[in-house]
């Protein structure tokens, strides 16, 4: 059986509550130096950016000490350094904490909060801001939410317990709810549940439905509806929905939402791309929310409900929503 490399720690801190990039050198290979493999392995960092890493003594062994730019090419040597973060538009929406024990914490994340670090998203995040505010370095996301949804996540604080807790969501035992605001359809049939098969190409924006066995499955029920401010002639109006995935697909709910004839309101890529919403538009957030998690506590046993205390604020106030002046601070206005 072939033993698993251990992974020396990091011999460098975060920096805003953002890890060091941890590189291993490959098994094999024709490179003569460290530096001639990072630079070609690096590449897109642009013309000179690796060789002004090494003569800055940036990039560290395991036992932070720098390396120089001449050292041989280890075979499994592990390297760090520290990305230059990219200037980023702070979200100016409070991260409110739910739940906080020596194992977890619970947050109720605002809209356009990226949850982990990702592409232009880096120190911006609920992770990085988490890790500075709760001064919690260990702490992990145990999943994801998208950028512009908004509700809980659930955050550990012990990397030995966090395969546990990302264990609970691989095998679907984390009970998940959502609520959506988007038009009515009379002639829509609720409750239902939607069953296809959702495939998402990299690189593309957008999830589609395809032919084939289904691995997305969403319960919609209907919550409540009423007219729009204007719109009292019965001929259309908002709804609430109440959405329970019983998978994990990317923009699953959304895709369902929008196949149902009723796209969630504020979605950028569904039922068509319009323009993916770009840092420091915070005017018409997209009306889903990760209303509540229920699971059982893989290490303590104990029974958790969480709950979000927030409300769409195209509910709360169509007229405010539509008109591009929302500032949260807990959705409603």
């Known amino acids: 059986m072939r033993r698993k490399t251990r992974i020396p720690p990091s011999p460098l801190p975060q920096r805003r509550g953002v ?40 990039i560290v062994g395991a036992d932070g000490r720098p390396v120089a730019a001449d050292a041989p090419f280890e075979p499994g040597k592990f390297v760090w350094f520290h990305r230059d973060l990219p200037d980023e538009v702070p979200v100016p929406f409070p991260l ?7 194992h977890i914490v619970v947050v109720d994340k605002p809209h356009f909060l990226a949850t982990t670090p990702r592409g232009g998203h880096v120190a911006e995040t609920a992770l990085a801001r988490l890790r500075r505010e709760l001064d919690v370095p ?61 495939v998402k190409d990299r690189g593309v924006l957008t999830a589609r439905e395809v032919p084939g066995e289904p691995n997305a499955v969403s319960r919609v029920e209907l919550v409540e509806h009423r007219d729009r401010p204007g719109e009292e002639d019965g001929s259309g109006g908002l709804a609430r929905y109440r959405l329970a995935p019983a998978t994990g697909q990317t923009h699953q709910l959304r895709v369902h939402m929008t196949a149902l004839g009723v796209p969630i309101l504020g979605d950028p890529l569904y039922p068509q791309v319009t323009a993916p919403v770009p840092a420091g538009d ?52």
């Open 19 to 58: 890890d060091p990039v941890r590189v291993r050198l490959p098994a094999t290979g024709a490179w003569g130096t460290v530096r001639e493999h990072l630079v070609e392995r690096l590449s897109g960092a642009g013309a000179g950016v690796v060789e002004g890493m090494f003569d800055a003594g940036q």
């Open 96 to 102: 409110e904490v739910v739940h906080r024990d020596e």
């Open 138 to 198: 260990t702490l992990s996301a145990a999943h994801r939410l998208d950028r512009l949804t908004a509700g809980l996540v659930l955050f550990t604080v012990r990397p030995e317990e966090r395969g546990a807790y990302q264990t609970l969501f691989r095998d679907r035992r984390v009970r998940k709810e959502y609520e959506a605001v988007a038009p009515f359809a009379a002639g829509l049939t609720l409750p239902r549940t939607v069953r296809s098969r959702i």
């Open 282 to 333: 915070f005017r018409r957030p997209l009306q889903l929310l990760a209303r509540s998690l229920e699971f059982t506590d893989p290490v303590t046993g104990e029974e958790h409900r969480f709950r979000s205390g927030r409300t769409l604020a195209a509910w709360a106030s169509y007229d405010r929503w539509a008109a591009g002046t929302y500032d949260d601070p807990s959705d409603g206005q």
